[in-house]
């Protein structure tokens, strides 16, 4: 079912909450992921989190294990976490490092993704077709975010009417300073629901 008949109430026109099946029905889920979540912009945390050259951490977006680097050039790059080898993957946790290498055959990859180094493989048979490959991002308002399909619309034009609400706590300048880890048993519908209750706020 849609989601816009679900919220509309027809026989009155009036809005109503989703249907318990909506929040608990694999399927549902299965379909949320791929006609929504894979396609839009997906938070991964803040730029100010890897402010210098070789800085990291790695993140799951869907089922997409993500490295995030501050490259040599500067920019924010947001890389597969797979060794394009057999899989393995090349980076945990976070820190700062000059290079990734992977610690099942140790292929090293730079910064942006690039194939340095394949030990006991000639290089040149994989180095142009084996880099980490880089996904799409966007930095808004010191945010970082993903497209995981690269086919979304730019992000910062849609996000024009938040900018105006947030500009005077100039979020692009703030610094994190505490981070905490949260595994919710839930649908990702309720902790939307959760954070746009202002009585949480
Ligand atoms: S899986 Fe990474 S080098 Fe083999």
């Known amino acids: 079912m849609d989601f816009v008949d679900e919220l509309r109430d027809r ?95 140790a292929w090293s990859y730079g910064l942006d993704g690039a194939l340095r180094a394949t030990p006991r493989m000639p290089k040149k048979r994989a180095q142009d077709l084996c880099g980490l490959p ?18 979304a619309a730019p992000m910062a034009p849609r996000l024009m009417g938040l900018s105006d609400i947030l500009q005077n706590y100039r979020t692009e300048e703030m610094r994190c300073v505490h981070s905490a880890e949260e595994v919710w048993a839930t649908n990702w519908k309720c902790l939307v629901e959760n954070f746009m209750e202002a009585s949480h706020l």
């Not at 991964?44 to 977006?61: K, M």
């Open 11 to 105: 026989a009155t026109g009036t809005e109503r909450t989703l249907s318990g099946a909506l929040y608990s029905h694999p399927d549902h889920f299965q379909d949320e992921a791929e006609r929504l979540l894979s396609r839009e912009w997906l938070c991964l945390g803040r730029a100010d989190e890897i402010p210098n050259v070789g800085d990291y951490f790695t993140v799951q977006a869907m089922h997409e294990p993500l490295l995030v680097t501050r490259a040599n050039d500067g920019d924010v790059h947001v890389l597969a976490n797979i060794c394009r080898h057999r899989g393995s993957p090349v980076a945990s946790g976070s820190g700062n490092a000059k290079k990734f290498v992977c610690p099942y055959h």
């Open 134 to 151: 880089r996904h799409r991002s966007e930095i808004w308002a010191g945010f970082v975010y993903v497209n995981l399909d690269g086919e």
